[in-house]
């Protein structure tokens, strides 16, 4: 949440891509989420009066893209829900929702994806099929993943692990911090 600009910090600073957040209006930060990061929630957060083709295109089109449905269509069928576009959210799987949720944060083609617990609410079958989603996405978009988990066999596929505990860094793994 801090990191995403979602949250303040009642301490110290923030930044991030060489951006202190911790200054920033709430209308820089939405500017800031909008053109540099994908979300990716553990509830999904989907807007349950649109379909799931409006679902992905609206940020899209808050961003001024004149191509946010045709991005979306091919993001949907790149998570394997082309098929599926027309769908409200609660006509849709749980793992369904979270695969829309991922084209959703992906489809503005952002420098940071950051997700919190994103299989945290589906059985493990489906929780294993989006973290491979989640992955191959992050490659296919060149994006730095940024991942909350409890799990760690998905903590081993990272480059980088933290562990956090009372707030507080409390081992690493990976590039220097």
Do not use: W
């Not at 949440?1 to 209308?27: F, I, P």
């Amino acid at each position: 949440m801090l990191m995403g600009g979602l949250e303040r910090a009642t301490s110290g600073r923030v930044t991030s891509l060489g951006q202190d957040l911790s200054n920033m209006s709430e209308d820089a930060l939405a500017r800031f989420r909008r053109n540099h990061m994908g979300v990716v929630f553990q509830s999904f957060h989907l807007i349950p009066t649109m379909t799931a083709l409006e679902n992905v295109a609206t940020p899209l089109e808050l961003a001024g893209h004149r191509d946010a449905f045709d991005r979306a269509r091919d993001e949907l069928a790149r998570v394997g829900l082309a098929s599926r576009a027309d769908h409200y959210p609660s006509q849709l799987s749980g793992g369904e929702q979270q695969r829309v949720a991922l084209a959703r944060a992906v489809a503005p083609k952002p420098d940071i994806l950051l997700a919190d617990e994103p299989t945290g609410n589906l059985d493990s079958t489906t929780g294993a099929q989006i973290i491979e989603l989640l992955f191959d996405l992050r490659a296919a978009h060149g994006a730095t993943l940024v991942l909350v988990t409890h799990d760690p066999a998905v903590a081993d596929r990272c480059d980088r692990v933290l562990h956090l505990r009372d707030g507080r860094i409390e081992t690493a793994r990976g590039a220097a911090a």
